[in-house]
C-alpha cells in the first residue's frame, strides 16, 4: 500500500512539472506568503516526495499517521493555489508540513482529507490545468487521493492499523499447475469414538470424513472436487466401532511435480504419510503409501482380508475334573502349538475331510456341513462339553473351551453359503456364498490382567465378508467356547438346506474386531522413518493409556476377587464378564440355537424386494 502510494506521488508530480511551460516553471519557483512562513511550490512537492519515500521506506509506519500528514500538505498546497490566484487565503495559516510521518492518535479520513484539499469545492474559483494554480490544484488532489487510498482499507475501523488478513487476501491454491498420481494408502484407526469407516451426509465423524478433511487441509485435492472425482476405492469397510492396522484405500493425490514436468520418481515424491499425518486426529493414520496402476482398485484388487477378534478367557478357580479324560488347553493353558493333533489322529482328518468331496464332489472344507447330526445330538454334545464332577482331583477351570472353539472354527474354512452368519442386504447382495482361507485361535501377548484373565484372537483370513460376517462367527464360536452350544453347531447352520432361515441371536459387540490385513500381490507401501517414528509415539501414548488402564482394573478385580468377607468370591469372581470386551462368561439362561425363532429366508426376502 505504502509503495503504491509513492508511485501514485511520483507520477503525479512528474505529471505536473511536464505540463508546465517555461514561464509557469520560473513561477513554480517563486514565493508565497502564507502566514507566518513561506514555501515555494517547490518545496511543497519535494515534501510530498519526501513523505512519500519515507512512508515507504518504513513499513512500521501506521497508515492513519500517513494520512494525516497529507492532509495537512493538502491543505498548504490548496493555500497555495488560493493565494496565486484569487489573493491571500482568507483562513489562518496552517500547520508547517513535517518532513517525516510522526505516530498518530486519531483516524485518517478520506472524506475529510478531500474536503480540506478543496476537491469538491473548495475555496477559491476553479482552475484550468496549466496554470500555476492548476499545478498546485492537481498536485493537492494527489494528495487526498493518496489519503483516501491508504485510509479506506477494508474492515478498517477508525483509529485502527489494518492487520494483515486485512492487507493482504488468502490466494487460493492454483491445482491446476500440478500434476496429480495414483496412489495406494495404508490406514490404521481406532475406531472406537467414531461412527464408521464410510461417509455419511448426517455426520463428519467418521474416518473416511476426518481423512477427506485432512486431504483438503494439506492441498493435496481439492476444496470442492467430488470423490467421484478422485479415483477413490477401498479394500474394506467397517462399522461403528470397529478398528484397523491394514485398511487400505486408493485415490488420485497432488504430486510434486509441474504440470509440465514428468512424475518423479517415489523417493522423490512428497512422503504422503507424514504430511497428511499432521492434520488428522490421534486415533488415526497413514502407515504408508505406495504408487499404483491407474486401473487399480482397493476393493477389487484385493487377494484377501485377515480380521482378528479379541476375546478374553478367564480363570474361575478350581474345579473337579475327571481322572479318566485328560485336561484339554482350555483347563491347562496349552498352547497352540501343543494342541496340534498326533499324526494318526491328523490323518484320519484328513481322510475324514476328503470323504465327502469324493462322494459329493463338495469344496475342501466344505465336508463338515452335512454331518447328519441331528438337533437332540447336538444339545447333548454342548452338555458333555462341560467337565464332570466326579473326579478325585481338582485343577483350575476357564469361561472357554478353546479346544471346542477350535473344532468349530474348523467348519468355516472353505467355501459355504454365509448367509446364517450374517445380516442379510438382499438389496446390494445377491450371493451369500464365501471363501475362508483358514481361521485359528491364537494367544495374545498382554502385560496387563495376566493370570486372572489372558486375552486370544479369532484370526479369520478370508477372500471376501459379508455384512457383519465376522461378527456373527464369532458369537456362534462364544456360545461353543461357553458350552452352550456343541461345535457341530456350526456345519449344521452352514448347511442352508437343513437350516434355510437364520436362528434370531445377537452379534459379537464391535469393538474387539480388527481389520489386521488386507494382501496384494504386488504393492509394497513406502514409510519414512520420521513419518514411522511419528505414528509410533501417537500409537504408543494410547497404549500407554489402555494398559494403565487395564492394570487399574485388575487389580480392582483381583481385590475384589480375594476378599475374605465373602465366602464364595473367589468362586464368582467375574463370572459373566461385560459384552463389550468379547469376554467368555458364562450367561444363563441360554435357549438353543436350533430351537430359537428364525428370520425370513434369504428367498423371502428377495420376493418382498421384488
Given at each position: 500500500m505504502l509503495r503504491r502510494f509513492a508511485a501514485l506521488v511520483g507520477s503525479a508530480t512528474a505529471s505536473i512539472t511536464k505540463q508546465l511551460s517555461s514561464n509557469q516553471k520560473d513561477i513554480l519557483y517563486s514565493t508565497y506568503a502564507m502566514g507566518d512562513s513561506a514555501l515555494t511550490r517547490a518545496e511543497l512537492l519535494h515534501q510530498l516526495q519526501a513523505l512519500a519515500q519515507h512512508a515507504s521506506a518504513n513499513e512500521g509506519t501506521p497508515l492513519t499517521a500517513v494520512a494525516e500528514q497529507l492532509e495537512a500538505l493538502a491543505r498548504q498546497m490548496r493555500m497555495s493555489c488560493n493565494t496565486s490566484v484569487g489573493g491571500p487565503a482568507s483562513t489562518s495559516a496552517p500547520a508547517p508540513a513535517p518532513a517525516a510521518p510522526a505516530p498518530n492518535s486519531g483516524p485518517g479520513s478520506a472524506t475529510a482529507a478531500a474536503a480540506a484539499a478543496g476537491v469538491d469545492g473548495g475555496s477559491g474559483s476553479s482552475h484550468l490545468l496549466g496554470t500555476p494554480g492548476a499545478a498546485g490544484e492537481e498536485a493537492a488532489a494527489a494528495a487526498a487521493a493518496a489519503a483516501a487510498a491508504i485510509t479506506e482499507v477494508p474492515g478498517s475501523s477508525p483509529g485502527q492499523q489494518p492487520s494483515k488478513k486485512q492487507r493482504r487476501a488468502p490466494r487460493e491454491f492454483d491445482f491446476t499447475r500440478y500434476r496429480t498420481r495414483p496412489v495406494a494408502l495404508e490406514l490404521m484407526y481406532v475406531g472406537w469414538a467414531f461412527q464408521g469407516f464410510a461417509r455419511q451426509d448426517n455426520t463428519d465423524n467418521t474416518i473416511e470424513g476426518v481423512f477427506f478433511s485432512a486431504l483438503r487441509k494439506v492441498k493435496l485435492i481439492p476444496e470442492a472436487a467430488p470423490v467421484s472425482e478422485l479415483a477413490y476405492s477401498?479394500?474394506?469397510?467397517?462399522?461403528a466401532g470397529v478398528s484397523a492396522l491394514g485398511q487400505v484405500v486408493a485415490l488420485r493425490l497432488r504430486s510434486c511435480a509441474r504440470l509440465d514436468e514428468p512424475l518423479p520418481p517415489p523417493e522423490s515424491e512428497y512422503d504422503y504419510p507424514r504430511l497428511i499425518n499432521k492434520a488428522l486426529p490421534p486415533e488415526v493414520r497413514v502407515l504408508g503409501w505406495s504408487p499404483v496402476a491407474p486401473e487399480f482398485n482397493a476393493r477389487?484388487?484385493?487377494?484377501?482380508?485377515?480380521?482378528?477378534?479379541f476375546i478374553v478367557q478367564q480363570r474361575l478357580g478350581t474345579a473337579a475334573t475327571s481322572p479318566h479324560v485328560a485336561p484339554t488347553a482350555a483347563t491347562t493353558g496349552t498352547t497352540t502349538a501343543q494342541l496340534a493333533p498326533p499324526p494318526a489322529q491328523q490323518q484320519q482328518q484328513e481322510q475324514s475331510q476328503q470323504q465327502p468331496q469324493e462322494e459329493g464332489g463338495r469344496l475342501p472344507g466344505c465336508a463338515a456341513v452335512s454331518t447328519g447330526t441331528t438337533e437332540d445330538q447336538l444339545q447333548e454334545g454342548a452338555a458333555g462339553a462341560a467337565p464332570t464332577a466326579t473326579a478325585a482331583t481338582t485343577d483350575v477351570s476357564y469361561s472357554l473351551d478353546l479346544d471346542a472353539m477350535r473344532q468349530a472354527a474348523s467348519y468355516f474354512v472353505g467355501e459355504h453359503d454365509f448367509r446364517n452368519f450374517c445380516k442379510p442386504d438382499v438389496t446390494a447382495v445377491r450371493s451369500?456364498?464365501?471363501?475362508?482361507?483358514?481361521?485359528?485361535?491364537?494367544?495374545?501377548?498382554?502385560?496387563?490382567?495376566?493370570?486372572?484373565?489372558?486375552?486370544?484372537?479369532?484370526?479369520?483370513?478370508?477372500?471376501?465378508?459379508l455384512w457383519h460376517q465376522v461378527r456373527c462367527m464369532a458369537a456362534v464360536l462364544l456360545m461353543v467356547g461357553r458350552r452352550q452350544e456343541a461345535p457341530q453347531v456350526v456345519a449344521r447352520l452352514l448347511d442352508v438346506a437343513a437350516t434355510p432361515r437364520k436362528p434370531q441371536y445377537s452379534m459379537a459387540?464391535?469393538?474387539?474386531?480388527?481389520?489386521?490385513?488386507?494382501?496384494?500381490?504386488?504393492?509394497?507401501?513406502?514409510?519414512?522413518s520420521p513419518a514411522v517414528a511419528?505414528?509410533?509415539?501417537?500409537?504408543?501414548?494410547?497404549?500407554?493409556?489402555?494398559?494403565?488402564?487395564?492394570?487399574?482394573?485388575?487389580?480392582?478385580?483381583?481385590?475384589m476377587a480375594a476378599d475374605t468377607r465373602c465366602e464364595d468370591a473367589g468362586s464368582s469372581s467375574g463370572g459373566s464378564g461385560n459384552g463389550r470386551s468379547g469376554g467368555?462368561?458364562?450367561?444363563?439362561?441360554?435357549?438353543?440355537?436350533?430351537?430359537?425363532?428364525?428370520?425370513?429366508?434369504i428367498e423371502e426376502r428377495m420376493a418382498r424386494r421384488g
Open positions: 477401498r479394500c474394506g469397510r467397517t462399522d477389487f484388487s484385493a487377494q484377501y482380508r485377515e480380521y482378528k477378534y451369500f456364498r464365501r471363501r475362508i482361507l483358514s481361521f485359528t485361535i491364537e494367544p495374545v501377548r498382554c502385560g496387563a490382567g495376566a493370570g486372572s484373565h489372558e486375552v486370544y484372537a479369532l484370526v479369520v483370513r478370508g477372500t471376501a465378508f459387540p464391535e469393538e474387539p474386531l480388527l481389520l489386521y490385513a488386507c494382501g496384494f500381490s504386488d504393492l509394497a507401501f513406502r514409510r519414512s511419528a505414528a509410533l509415539g501417537d500409537v504408543g501414548g494410547q497404549l500407554g493409556r489402555h494398559l494403565v488402564g487395564a492394570a487399574l482394573t485388575a487389580e480392582c478385580h483381583t481385590r467368555g462368561g458364562a450367561v444363563g439362561g441360554h435357549i438353543p440355537l436350533l430351537r430359537r425363532q428364525t428370520e425370513p429366508s
